[in-house]
């Protein structure tokens, strides 16, 4: 991989070193924790909860398979590809046109400042034709735009327009890439789809625009994100965690050249797949049919109806991983609140997604990803049935085990955050309770929002936008979920009880 990536600002031998005190500190508890138990606590049966056991060993073979993965994508197929890029011939590399699209509606100043001065930057480092598409809610947002261009020389590659946004951040994209329409592309032509909260790395259009000469069947490619968090200090170590566990997943993805998702931060499609009737609908209007909820309209997850559109068509998609954005967030007065609610809209544009790729089958997606697909549906529920298992024979048979699981679960996410290292994270000893906090009450999310995916809002300040609420739902609609629900937990709950008995 090219060492030019963010991630690896440091030396692999430098991070393993830093992490030495937090794997002994870790270690010596769970020896400690061990040495002091009674001899009666080494007596404690463990066939009741064998095939628990094999769930678990099923849940970390599937990590370790993304690991591999992803080292593969790095270490051969990534470097591989850059390396063909590379040789293409200068007037190969870049397409003749690129178009930003860029939604934007109450931004802060100064980081409306740092996202476009990236972009001109970046666009003054091509030679391509630069169309920044400025997509904003008022003329306030316009005037802080027009300002900061008045600020610097202009570039004779770059045209700015300005679009009104009417209606919310999906439909004001529709409209410019409806109004995009009329212009004549070139089969490598991009558009960029990026949010007016991010700022771009440097080199990252000279990274990623010459894979779509390359790849004649490209669709898209998105990049590396990189958090810059204000705000309370768990939530900022809680968001680089979360950015480190998906540059890993982006990775192994990516290795079947596609992926799960097109991130609505930064993504550039290629013109002519985006250009047309279809995905301008899928933008603006997409929707699916649910049983009880009858059509539910999507209000976030536009780069989720980009990417379905772009699946269904059979098309790649890859991840650059030595390309990337700065994330502009803050954790807000109440960061746990604040991280249920990430989860709940990531977990939902994810899920209402979810049955529909399944259903595309194998003929445009490739083997693993529709696995992937399915696994989503699996993981969220055998993710929850270690520590529920361990509570249980606690309770019934041995407080021990809750111990054991205890030390075992230590265990397993210290190797995790190991290789997360060698993948660029820099682990801290905040990263254990981290992970599990990601695992445990992330399944639970998943669970509570995959009956309730009419329910969809967003959690910036900027945006209220929401789908069917408490207030507009007859009973049954608000109690059906519930009973779902319920019925799902019970019925884990009842494996639980028949697989590791009672005293």
Partial sequence: MSSSSIRYDISTTVRLI?????????????????????????????????VIGFIGLFRYGCVLTHCVRAALYEHYMYPKIRFQADQLPAEERMPKRAFFIIPTAGEKPEVSRLMLGSVLDEAATISSQVIIVVNAGSERDD??????????????NVEVRYIRQHGGKRPGMADCMSRLMDEEVDDNDVIILMDGDTVLGNGILNKCFPLFALRPKLGAVTTDNISVTKGNWMYRKWYTLRFSMRHRMMKSQSLSSQLLVLTGRFSIIRAKEALNDEFVSYLENDRIKHWLHGEIKFVTGDDKSTWYCLLKR?????????????????????PITMSIKKMHRWFGNMLRNNGRAIRLGLGCQKPFIWWCHIDQRISMFTSLLGPIAAIWAAFWISPYYLVAYGMLVVLARLIYALILTLEGHRMSFTDIPLLLYT??????????????????KWDSHRQSSSGTQGSNESIFDALIPKMQMAFSLTMLLVFVAVVVGVK
């Fill in 18 to 50: 830093k992490t030495l005190p937090i794997i002994g500190a870790y270690l010596l508890l769970i020896v400690l924790v061990f040495i002091s138990l009674p001899e009666k606590a080494q007596r404690i049966p463990l066939e009741s909860i064998v």
């Fill in 439 to 456: 695992q445990w009450v992330g399944s639970s999310v998943k669970i509570y929002t995959m009956f309730h995916l009419h329910r969809q």
């Fill in 143 to 156: 005037a802080i735009f027009q300002d900061l261009l008045a600020e610097r020389p202009s570039l004779p």
């Fill in 314 to 334: 059979g098309c790649e998609m890859l991840y650059v991983p030595d390309a990337h954005i700065f994330c502009m967030e803050d954790s807000g007065p109440k």
